[in-house]
């Protein structure tokens, strides 16, 4: 058995290690993809719909009027659905962890059980496993935490999640929302202004598209063109339609 200066010096030496290794890794992909979320719908609706509307010969006041209502409406139910998910998913966590807690009490023999069963999945032997499922029995909070997140793969939800993604989905959905409109800000025709927002947007969504990419480990450039070829054909259909409609 270490000794109490045996354990200090492992102790010091494991954080001697850590700190001469520092991995970095990407940690914030949950803003990240509420940001992709709502600037990809934020980018594409208010396009589609300026689009249409500019190929049903209405004016750039009208196509502007109605693109910023479509904005702040996208932007309120946009916000609100991510709400809703980031709430489920606490409420989802808060129920398994109530569960969790109160089969810890009534058959604990059987929860070791399972903290062996997963110890075992990962090739680690009964005579390697069973000290670690005794100190998890002494050490209730340390066992549920270990149970929820290697049992059910849940991780604590931060309480303030709902908040802020239904906060970053709207303004990321604003902010996209707006760039279709720009050039009927300033040009009155609405079919000379839909060329300017067309070459704007698709300018917008390759720009997007590279940092979804670059962000998310993928190619950034396939994921640029994939997402304006998305932009364009979503525009394309609305401005056919609208023409179909209303020649």
């Not at 139910?77 to 109160?102: I, N, P």
């Not at 058959?107 to 496993?129: F, K, R, S």
């Not at 707006?178 to 070459?199: E, H, K």
Request: charged share 20%; net charge negative; glycine share 8%.
């Amino acid at each position: 058995m270490a000794t109490i200066d045996e354990r200090r010096h492992l102790d010091a030496e494991k954080q001697r290690l850590l700190n001469q290794h520092k991995e970095k890794h990407f940690t914030a992909g949950e803003i990240v993809r509420d940001i992709i979320i709502g600037v990809s719908d934020g980018l594409t609706v208010p396009f589609a719909l300026a689009a249409g509307l500019s190929g049903a010969n209405a004016t750039s006041s009208i196509v502007l009027t109605a693109g910023i209502a479509e904005v702040a409406a996208g932007a309120i139910s946009m916000g609100l659905g991510g709400y809703l998910a980031a709430k489920s998913e606490a409420d989802h966590y808060t129920r398994e962890l109530k569960r969790e807690e109160e089969e810890i009490i009534a058959v604990p023999d059987t929860e070791a059980a399972e903290v062996a069963e997963i110890l075992a999945q990962y090739g680690i032997e009964p005579h390697e496993y069973a000290p670690v499922v005794n100190a998890l029995r002494k050490k209730p909070q340390a066992w549920l935490d270990f149970m929820m997140k290697f049992e059910l793969g849940l991780e604590k939800p931060d309480p303030r999640r709902a908040l802020q993604s239904a906060f970053t989905i709207a303004v990321a959905y604003i902010l996209g929302g707006l760039v279709p409109l720009i050039p009927y800000m300033f040009i009155p025709r609405a079919t000379d202004a839909v060329v300017g927002s067309v070459c704007l947007t698709l300018a917008a969504l390759l720009i997007f598209g590279y940092a979804k990419g670059y962000f998310t480990g993928n190619k950034p450039i396939s994921s640029a063109l994939q997402t304006a070829l998305i932009g364009a054909i979503a525009s394309a259909a609305a401005f056919g339609m609208a023409k179909a409609v209303h020649p």
